[in-house]
């Protein structure tokens, strides 16, 4: 029997990245009150602009590390998927899913968000939902962070979701970057590929 597959999201990273952010929030504060102490001014007579900015950091590197308290799980089988997001669990059929996308940000494809489109009257729980075409429309997660390199969370989808995965841009985006790497690493790897002289000589 085909069980699926599960796929989860990487939290060890994303927590170092938080952390970073959160300790360089506190020492771009540390800076500024030094600053101001050299300078003879003091809070809240005159604010540094770096002030607020380190409280800000230091905020918003808080939140994302509360959110990556609640686990994120994506089940993919024959039947449809389920999601665990923020708590929240949901059973979406393949038939109330219209499609999956990678989408591109901006002009490159770094680390690109995988967005789901459902049918009318269908909602994902623990996610925002914006609406295209009236349809809603959920960020699932974006594609490095899942513990498994993004190919094989796409080849899954579109072994069981079929014409509604959209992914063909990015991976041949990814495809790419491996042949320029690995060129770069040893050209003479794709010496298989040029014409020897014995073909040139059958022309």
């Not at 899954?156 to 014409?163: A, D, F, I």
């Not at 041949?172 to 590929?193: E, I, N, Q, T």
Request: net charge positive; with cysteine.
């Amino acid at each position: 029997m085909d069980q699926g597959a599960r796929f989860q999201r990487k939290t060890a990273a994303l927590r170092r990245t938080c952390l970073a952010w959160g300790v360089f929030g506190v020492a771009v504060w540390v800076a500024a009150q030094a600053r101001e102490a050299k300078s003879g001014y003091h809070w809240p007579a005159t604010v540094s602009f770096y002030e607020p900015l380190a409280y800000l950091m230091v905020l918003l590197a808080g939140a994302a590390w509360v959110s990556l308290l609640w686990p994120f799980r994506l089940d993919v089988g024959a039947d449809g998927l389920t999601v665990l997001a923020r708590g929240s669990t949901t059973v979406l059929p393949w038939a109330s899913v219209e499609s999956i996308t990678v989408v591109k940000v901006g002009d490159g494809w770094g680390n690109p968000p995988l967005e789901i489109r459902l049918a009318p009257g269908t909602r994902l729980g623990g996610r925002w939902a914006t609406r295209k075409n009236g349809r809603r429309v959920y960020t699932l997660l974006d594609l490095d962070d899942f513990t498994v390199p993004p190919e094989e969370v796409l080849a899954v989808l579109q072994r069981y979701g079929g014409s509604r995965i959209d992914a063909e841009d990015y991976l041949r985006h990814r495809h790419g970057k491996r042949m320029v790497a690995a060129w770069l690493a040893d050209p003479s790897v794709f010496d298989r590929y040029r014409p020897s002289d014995s073909d040139e000589g059958d022309r």
